[in-house]
């Protein structure tokens, strides 16, 4: 059977647009495959600009400890594409993969299709032909014409927190954003609302209130916060102490608050919540890395990983640095050049010491590390380049022996560092 890399690169060929928002293609294909996106398992479907994936696991190691088998969609994938399709709690296998990818590929009949839409079709034959008892879909963009947007009726809708990213294909405003996120609740079907900003928890209860969708909104109908060691959950039916998320940072107390009334609103209680803010695993989101040649060229520093690349992700990753004991933070930074660079490291000028910046290895949208570099100067950070990680991380251990270093950006990058890190 041909190898699933060598599909892929096939797929890559069949769209001259990365990025083409519509339904059109994914609902073409997914007609020529008998439509496998109606018989998954009952889909938890999740849009947002920020923790679309950290609620995900969550919610996952949730419903894994009430025993239940569960199909999980995410994307980009960090080290191998395997990771995007989850079935039944386990990655999908390279000879699953390589066969729904063939039977797609043959499928669609050389048309036009995105990459995205033809491997979510991938995903969805996949679903349909194993038993689970939860499927939980990431959505890739937006969400409205987001390729996963097809589930007509499915068990309920999660929207994390909403923010600026993505305007050249979402809108310039929060309001317009917010639309399109909102654009995966469906008729008299739940959906979960984390904390939002007023403009766009106005467009959500709009929307909301024309589909007859039941809200369980944050701050509103159910609140997380942290109490000393101790994350507190509170809704209409009662209060739950619980350990604090092991995901590091400030930012998870708000995304646990969304997957446990998520599992609140599936029928899940105490043992399921305390699982998923003690038993998720969510790589490249603030990650100590532990072993590999960039921790042996770190030396004596700490050495941290997080993929976070927009004004929102920026903000979240400084809250964490500003919440771990206190060391001199030296950032490693890397960008597409499709993103708003300065708003991202302006909240890291507050607790960074200096920024080296490089390119992302293979990326054609890398910012080149010299515009990287003037970015993090233009918002007050001592910035210089480097020709990659591995140079950029052994010079700062030199320079600034025990420091704390996290490389960060893009979670183009954080996938590089995981391949090549081991």
């Not at 299709?113 to 995903?123: H, P």
């Not at 106005?202 to 509103?220: H, S, T, Y």
């Not at 159910?222 to 109490?227: G, K």
């Not at 920024?355 to 054609?364: M, N, Q």
Request: charged content about 20%; overall charge negative; aromatic content about 4%.
């Amino acid at each position: 059977m041909t190898s699933s890399d060598a599909i892929l690169a096939r797929l890559m060929q069949l769209h001259p647009k990365v990025i083409d928002l519509s339904l059109d293609r994914i609902h073409r294909i997914l007609a020529a495959l008998g439509n496998p996106e109606r018989s998954i398992p009952p889909a938890i479907h999740i849009a947002g600009t920020n923790g679309k994936g950290s609620t995900q696991a969550m919610i996952r190691a949730g419903l894994e400890s009430a025993g239940k088998r569960v199909h999980a969609y995410t994307s980009p994938h960090l080290a191998q594409f395997h990771e995007r399709i989850r079935l039944a709690g386990e990655l999908i296998s390279e000879a699953d993969l390589a066969a729904a990818l063939e039977e797609c590929e043959a499928a669609n009949a050389g048309a036009p299709i995105t990459f995205f839409e033809i491997t979510t079709a991938a995903a969805f034959l996949a679903f349909s032909r194993t038993p689970a008892d939860y499927t939980l879909l990431e959505v890739g963009l937006g969400g409205r014409l987001d390729a996963t947007n097809v589930i007509e009726a499915p068990a309920l809708t999660i929207i994390t927190p909403i923010s600026i990213d993505h305007t050249q294909y979402l809108g310039e405003t929060l309001a317009e954003i917010a639309g399109e996120k909102a654009g995966i609740m469906k008729r008299r079907v739940p959906c979960i609302v984390a904390p939002q900003e007023t403009v766009a928890r106005e467009v959500i209860e709009q929307k909301a209130e024309r589909l007859f969708a039941p809200l369980r909104i944050g701050r509103q109908d159910w609140d997380s916060r942290r109490e000393g060691d101790s994350l507190v959950y509170q809704d209409e039916h009662g209060l739950m102490d619980l350990p604090l998320p092991v995901l590091p940072g400030p930012h998870q107390i708000v995304n646990a608050g969304t997957a446990i009334a998520a599992l609140r609103e599936l029928g899940f209680g105490r043992i399921e919540a305390r699982a998923a803010v003690t038993e998720a695993e969510w790589p490249a989101r603030m990650q100590r890395l532990g072993h590999g040649p960039l921790v042996e060229a770190a030396g004596a520093c700490e050495l941290w990983l997080d993929g976070g690349h927009n004004p929102a992700g920026g903000e979240a990753v400084a809250a964490t640095l500003a919440a771990l004991p206190r060391r001199p933070t030296h950032l490693v930074c890397g960008m597409l050049n499709t993103k708003d660079v300065a708003g991202y490291m302006r909240p890291l000028a507050g607790v960074a010491h200096s920024l080296t910046a490089v390119a992302i290895p293979g990326e054609p949208n890398t910012l080149p590390a010299e515009d990287t570099a003037a970015a993090a100067t233009s918002v007050g950070l001592a910035a210089s380049t480097a020709p990659d990680a591995l140079a950029a991380v052994g010079r700062i251990a030199t320079d600034h022996p025990g420091a704390r270093i996290l490389i960060c950006g893009s979670l183009y990058l954080a996938g590089q560092v995981l391949r090549r890190n081991g």
